[in-house]
Structures are given as structure tokens and as C-alpha cells.
């Protein structure tokens, strides 16, 4: 098992900055990729950005250009840095890892973002 732990969440004005962590434990050398879905109210939960054990990032067209994930290995941490944030990117945030054959999921219990305008 893997545990997934966010922070990082919380309130920002439009234009601000969040950096959002994940922390992940147990037995994370079965983790192919990580990455950071969002939910709005009312909404599927979406891809936000995706990277890869060796490093390889994916980006959500909405995010390109704005946020930027990034790993840090020593630490078995995720990070999400959001830059010029718009009120659209209010959702609660999710850690993700994939793992096995066929890409099944680990999450984390998802952090609040909210952008007030």
C-alpha cells in the first residue's frame, strides 16, 4: 500500500501563487507516476499534470504555462507550483499515483484551492 499526503491548499487571490506538496509512504517503488488531478463542485475530477518516474511531465492545456510539477526523489515528495492563478482553478485538489499493469490508482484525501477574484 501508499499513502498519499497533501498540503499546500488554501486561499488566494487572483494572480497569487500556491505551491501544493505530496508526500507519499509505504511501498512507493510500485508508483510508475504521479500526478494531480482537481474536482470542481458539480464537476469531474480532471487532470492536472503528470510526471513520470523518469521524470517526463504532462500538462493539462488549462495549466500550460502556469503551473509546473516537479519531484523531489530524496524526499519521495511531489510538488504542484501554480502561477497566475485564475478563480476557474478553484477545486479541491488530488495526489495521484499510478501503479501496476494497467495504471490503478493511489490517491491522497484531496486539499482545497480556492482563487477569489
Known amino acids: 500500500q501508499v499513502q498519499l499526503v497533501e498540503s499546500g491548499g488554501g486561499l488566494v487571490q487572483a494572480g497569487g501563487s500556491l505551491r501544493l506538496s505530496c508526500a507519499a509512504s509505504?511501498?512507493?517503488?510500485?508508483?510508475?507516476?504521479m500526478g494531480w488531478y482537481r474536482q470542481a463542485p458539480g464537476k469531474q475530477r480532471e487532470l492536472v499534470a503528470s510526471?513520470?518516474?523518469?521524470?517526463?511531465?504532462n500538462y493539462a492545456d488549462f495549466v500550460k504555462g502556469r503551473f509546473t510539477i516537479s519531484r523531489d526523489n530524496a524526499k519521495n515528495t511531489v510538488y504542484l507550483q501554480m502561477n497566475s492563478m485564475k478563480p476557474e482553478d478553484t477545486a479541491v485538489y488530488y495526489c495521484n499515483g499510478k501503479y501496476g499493469l494497467y495504471d490503478y490508482d493511489y490517491w491522497g484525501q484531496g486539499t482545497q484551492v480556492t482563487v477569489s477574484s
Open positions: 510526471i513520470t518516474s523518469g521524470g517526463r511531465t
Open positions: 509505504g511501498l512507493i517503488f510500485s508508483i510508475k507516476a
